[in-house]
């Protein structure tokens, strides 16, 4: 959350900074003559219309900080499995993808669609992972991996209902907030049968 609010703040500064150009280029009521004064009344200044937020880049970081905005330190490390499997989950594409879209997120609207990609490929995810968990696991792993889906799934709209409504209104960031929320939810969940699959054969497959 602390890189996506750095993000949201890079791009109203953005906003205020063309914002006060504009004021700029407009001339000391002081020095305007009355015949000037006269004219403009008579021909209306034109409008500005203010840069798509779309158009709106972030600042690139300075040199030797780019190292520092990785997934691993925009979204919280697994705490299950095992070491390897956590070291193993580092580099996966989801992440990497979720944190090359914040990079070149330049409005708010960008880093939502972040966010809701994000989502999908984790749903996709735990569909791929809990079927082959049901193909190669044993007996045991089986049937606790399908007793956690059944009750994961049985509770999946209360929880993304209670993620919605943990977010105050008044928020100016709660469409971000809700959207990082459920998509953190999910992952969370992928993270639990990543773990599970990767304790039968060591393998963590994704897409």
Request: glycine residues 2%; aromatic residues 6%; charged residues 25%.
């Amino acid at each position: 959350m602390k890189r996506i609010r750095k993000l949201v703040c890079i791009v109203c500064a953005a906003a205020l900074a063309l914002s006060f150009a504009a004021c700029r280029q407009t001339a000391p009521e002081d020095s305007i003559s009355e015949d000037t004064a006269q004219s403009a009344e008579i021909t209306p200044a034109p409008e500005v219309t203010p840069a798509p937020e779309e158009d709106v880049l972030p600042t690139p970081a300075p040199e030797g900080e780019e190292a520092e905005e990785t997934h691993q330190n925009v979204l919280p490390a697994p705490e299950n499995g095992s070491e390897a499997f956590r070291k193993a989950f580092e580099v996966n594409p989801v992440d990497a993808q979720y944190a090359s879209d914040l990079e070149n997120a330049g409005s708010v609207a960008n880093i939502i669609a972040a966010c809701n990609a994000a989502s999908e490929s984790w749903r996709e995810q735990i569909d791929s992972v809990y079927a082959q968990i049901l193909e190669r696991g044993d007996d045991k792993t089986v049937e606790q991996v399908t007793e956690d889906q059944s009750h994961w799934i049985n509770e999946q709209s209360n929880e993304l209902q209670a993620i919605r409504d943990s977010v105050s209104e008044d928020d100016p960031l709660a469409a971000i907030t809700v959207a990082e929320s459920i998509m953190l939810y999910y992952r969370t969940r992928a993270i639990d049968l990543c773990a599970a699959l990767y304790e039968i054969d060591g393998k963590l497959v994704f897409g």
